[in-house]
């Protein structure tokens, strides 16, 4: 295996982050489908990926992908039903899902509604099988991983202070999140960190100070968890130009 590449990638406008992010999945995916007959993948929530499914919908893409051999899963998802405006599963279902050719059993929902103390585990066996490996074992490498950074450096629902930022077995958990006063369900560092491929699409102004702390600043993954996210794999931040204005390095 080549030696993992690290890079930032720094663009003039989110339409332009959304476009290499929808690029690199069609590229990434073409790859694994023809090497490997699938393509892994875990969607991140929040707004900043919703013009990237756009664009995987358009037809500038969504002719290129062979979308019945994709694995959707979710990197993180809100305790609310999977038709709540909140739902990381909805907004992707409503931009992106609705509009290609998917195969239901391949799109696996996070059950985050569900509050049965088993349903990370379940999920976590999900992955086990649908990867091929042991559940109670390493954590598989996702194909690729995208991921979002808040205003407070969290990226999936590893928010800082919490109790998720200091698992190292589990692959997913539910982690109480206080100051949003719910509690979430989402990937861990070991699950995320054995990746082949993760990227970050992280656009807009209020994201410049904490991406100068998290690619730039000490080490502290309690204040700054984006910081704990150091796969095995690729590392890709795609920025505009406003979450990179406090950068020093830009490459
Ligand atoms: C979520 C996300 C979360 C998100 C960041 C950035 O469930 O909210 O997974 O980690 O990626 O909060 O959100 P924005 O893209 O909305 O800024």
């Known amino acids: 295996m080549s030696q993992p590449q690290r890079f930032i990638q720094v663009f003039d406008s989110s339409q332009a982050v959304a476009k290499a992010g929808a690029e690199l999945f069609r590229d990434l995916a073409q790859k694994q489908i023809q090497d490997h007959g699938r393509f892994t993948v875990a969607l991140s929530g929040g707004s900043t990926p919703k013009q990237m499914f756009e ?105 800082p202070g919490t109790k998720a930022l200091g698992e190292s077995v589990q692959w997913v958990v539910r982690n109480e999140v206080p100051k949003l006063n719910t509690t979430r369900m989402t990937f861990t560092y070991p699950l995320i960190n054995a990746a082949d491929h993760v990227c970050f699409l992280v656009c807009g102004a209020d994201k410049a100070e904490p991406l100068q702390h998290v690619l730039e600043g000490a080490v502290n993954l309690e204040l700054y968890p984006s910081q704990g996210v150091k796969p095995a794999g690729n590392l890709s931040w795609y920025l505009d130009g406003l979450a990179a204005a406090r950068l020093q390095r830009r490459s």
């Open 55 to 159: 664009l995987l919908a358009s037809p500038d893409f969504v002719h290129s992908i062979d979308w019945a051999r994709i694995h959707f899963f979710w990197g993180d998802e809100r305790s609310v039903p999977l038709e709540h405006p909140d739902s990381n599963y909805r907004t992707a279902r409503e931009i992106l899902l609705s509009r290609i050719p998917f195969v239901a059993e391949n799109v696996h929902a996070m059950p985050a509604w569900d509050l049965n103390p088993q349903s990370a585990s379940d999920y976590q066996n999900t992955i086990a099988r649908v990867l091929g490996c042991s559940a109670g074992g390493e954590p598989p490498a996702f194909d690729l991983i995208y991921l979002g950074m808040g205003a407070d450096a969290h990226t999936a629902s590893l928010f």
